[in-house]
């Protein structure tokens, strides 16, 4: 393998989900590793990179794009879910709502997708820190997972629990690594 070649691996990394669950958070304290209490409504084409070095030296460029203020309707979803390699769907474990949305959320994900090769769909838990007021139960969580046979996470943007190791799990797996 050229070094040419390890340093094209690119992943295109779609976050999904209702507003206010932490999806620019998530992004920003992955690639900037920074957490703010408000970050400007972003309307349009917003992604994060951050490079990674996966074990075996492979050196993977995750792109990891926020969909903004859209909301389920939003007319440009599919445009950017099409050509992702990942689909992160994200919820706020205080919110039930946020929850119970995500299954739209994968309905238009496999609208889009229509019968051609699904990419890889993880399930994202944030807002882990609290777990105090948390509306959905870690046995609500399991159930549409295993459901639905994805990977699953809880992260917190806020304290920075687990959101970059998520990412690094999503990325090994797409690169096929244990
Ligand atoms: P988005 O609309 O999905 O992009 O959500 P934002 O990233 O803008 O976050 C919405 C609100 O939730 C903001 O006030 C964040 O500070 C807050 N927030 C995001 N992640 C967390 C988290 O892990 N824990 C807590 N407690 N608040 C969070």
Redesign the pocket.
């Known amino acids: 393998e050229s070094d040419e070649e390890s340093e094209q691996l690119q992943y295109k990394v779609i976050?999904l989900?209702?507003?206010?669950?932490?999806?620019?958070?998530?992004?920003?304290?992955f690639t900037e590793d920074y957490?703010?209490?408000?970050?400007k409504q972003?309307v349009g084409l917003d992604f994060f990179v951050r490079k990674v070095t996966l074990p075996s030296e492979i050196d993977v460029t995750i792109q990891v794009w926020?969909i903004?203020?859209q909301t389920l309707g939003g007319k440009m979803i599919n445009k950017y879910v099409y050509g992702a390699q990942a689909i992160v769907l994200?919820y706020?474990i205080?919110n039930y709502q946020s929850f119970e949305n995500l299954q739209d959320w994968y309905a238009l994900v496999k609208k889009t997708f229509n019968g051609r090769l699904m990419p890889y769909v993880a399930l994202m838990a944030?807002?882990?820190?609290?777990s105090h007021i948390r509306a959905v139960t870690p046995e609500m969580h399991n159930e549409f997972a295993d459901a639905n046979e994805m990977c699953s996470y809880f992260?917190?943007?806020?304290?920075g629990d687990n959101v970059t190791t998520t990412f690094y799990r999503v990325a090994a797996d797409l690169a096929g690594i244990d």
């Open positions: 976050l989900g209702d507003g206010s669950v932490g999806k620019t958070s998530i992004a920003m304290r957490f703010g209490k408000s970050y972003t926020d903004g203020g994200i706020d205080s944030n807002k882990a820190d609290l992260v917190s943007a806020k304290t």
